[in-house]
Every structure is written in C-alpha cells, then in structure tokens.
C-alpha cells in the first residue's frame, strides 16, 4: 500500500485540502507539504495524528475493504472521547445508558 496515495484518497474523499488536514491533525502545513511534495513516508506518530485528523483508526486506515467512515459528528464525539479521563468514560457510559433505557 502507497500509504501518501491512501492520505490523498481519504482527504479527497472528504473534499479537504492540506491546509485542512493539517489542522484536523495537529500537524504542521509543512509536515503535510512534505507528504504530499516530497514524497516522505510519514512516521507512525504523524500517521496516527492524521488518522486522528480523519476521525479513523490506523486500522481503518490500512483496511482496504469495509472501512468505516464516520459522520462528522461521529468524528467529533472520538476527537473529545480523547481526552476524557477514565472517570469522565464512564460517566458518558452511564448517561448513554440512562438515555437508552428511558428511550425504550
């Protein structure tokens, strides 16, 4: 797998720019400038920063069949999802729960 050829797929599918991946990611404009320009393989931690910039797991990254693409809102809940502690888990479990339930 061309893995800058699978970058370019995913942004072009979402209609993204560089600029805008690279804000999605956390990257620096020239870091993905040099993905893209150069042609530098990106580092694990790069790929898991864009991965992240997508809403998707590196796994889905690398899977070529039965990928699943996420909403936009999809990918915003996993983006704070995050940065939640295990307490604030649980707690998001718990009123997911409490909501479910009461919506049966």
């Not at 797998?1 to 560089?18: F, K, P, Q, S």
Request: net charge neutral; hydrophobic share 40%.
């Amino acid at each position: 797998m061309d893995v800058n050829e699978r970058i370019r797929e995913l942004i072009a599918a979402r209609g993204w720019t560089e600029y805008r991946i690279a804000r999605e990611s956390g990257l620096s404009n020239s870091t993905i400038a040099n993905l893209f320009h150069r042609n530098t393989v990106p580092s694990i931690t790069t790929l898991e920063a864009i991965c992240n910039g997508l809403g998707i797991t590196l796994a889905q990254f690398f899977s070529e069949d039965n990928a699943v693409v996420l909403t936009a809102d999809q990918q915003q809940l996993f983006k704070k999802w995050l940065y939640l502690s295990g307490k604030q888990k649980q707690v998001i479990f718990e009123l997911i729960d409490l909501i479910y339930e009461s919506g049966k």
